[in-house]
């Protein structure tokens, strides 16, 4: 019996949806229209941070926050870019302007890059601390001096160039990106930054924390979206 009726109320919404149809279509959309609209509203936005994936109390999360209160801020994002020859003055050149441009940028507290890196090196009497590029040669044979000095330094190789001198990185400490918004405001920034600057359009590649936050929630985002409107599944009958 229960069967009986459930097939007869079935076919009554079929013959009504036939005998209807536009305004069953009307239905339809307005439906779907105020469930993409409610979807924006309460999940438009994501927060993959650590407070958001750590209780309050939770003893690693504070012993994080023990640390930070310690050292500082851990933040930080690289820039990477391939270039014909780090040891070129239009490469130098470049990286040292990014390098100056990058510390005006809101929210950046400290940029490396093989142009300002701290240099040790020992005089005769001395022990000398300065910017390992303090000017940048024109001249082949200082070109290649500058090269060899710097593969010379295991803190140089590495981290900010490869041992081909092909890939260089600039490295940027930060004090935001703890949200999705901080996080893609900075990302713009950097890529409005690149985008003046790399007149020569070296390939450039964007790391760090807040990058990988910033494109998480995105995929969760857009994840979400398609999941919500695959849940919206509508035959309209002919």
């Known amino acids: 019996a229960i069967l009986l009726l459930t097939l007869t109320m079935i076919e009554f919404l079929v013959r009504q949806a036939l005998r209807f149809r536009l305004p069953f279509v009307v239905v339809i959309l307005a439906l779907t229209t105020v469930s993409a609209i409610y979807f924006s509203v309460?999940?438009?936005n994501s927060d993959n941070s650590l407070p958001v994936w750590f209780e309050a109390d939770d003893p690693d999360y504070l012993a994080y926050r023990n640390y930070l209160d310690e050292f500082g801020n851990d933040r930080f994002i690289l820039l990477g870019?391939?270039?014909p020859e780090v040891f070129s003055p239009p490469v130098l050149n470049f990286v040292q302007e990014?390098?100056?441009?990058?510390?005006?940028?809101?929210?950046?507290?400290?940029?490396?890059?093989?142009?300002?890196?701290?240099?040790?090196?020992?005089?005769?009497?001395?022990?000398?601390?300065?910017?390992?590029?303090?000017?940048?040669p024109g001249d082949e044979p200082s070109l290649r001096l500058l090269r060899e000095k710097a593969l010379k330094e295991p803190?140089?190789?590495?981290?900010?160039?490869?041992?081909?001198?092909?890939?260089?990185?600039?490295?940027?400490?930060?004090?935001?990106?703890h949200t999705i918004e901080?996080?893609?405001?900075?990302?713009?920034?950097?890529d409005d930054l690149v985008a003046r600057v790399n007149r020569a359009r070296y390939p450039f590649y964007?790391?760090?924390?807040?990058?990988?936050?910033?494109?998480f929630d995105r995929l969760v985002i857009r994840g979400a979206r398609v999941n919500n409107l695959?849940?919206?599944?509508?035959?309209?009958?002919?």
Do not use: Q
């Open 42 to 44: 309460n999940f438009g």
């Open 81 to 83: 870019f391939e270039v």
């Open 98 to 136: 990014l390098t100056e441009e990058l510390k005006k940028v809101p929210d950046v507290e400290k940029v490396t890059s093989i142009t300002n890196a701290e240099y040790i090196e020992g005089m005769a009497d001395e022990i000398k601390i300065h910017p390992f590029i303090e000017t940048i």
């Open 155 to 177: 803190n140089f190789t590495g981290n900010l160039i490869s041992a081909d001198t092909k890939i260089l990185s600039v490295v940027a400490k930060i004090n935001t990106g």
């Open 182 to 190: 901080e996080s893609s405001r900075l990302k713009k920034r950097i």
């Open 206 to 215: 964007l790391a760090g924390s807040p990058i990988t936050d910033e494109a």
């Open 230 to 238: 695959k849940n919206v599944d509508v035959d309209i009958p002919r």
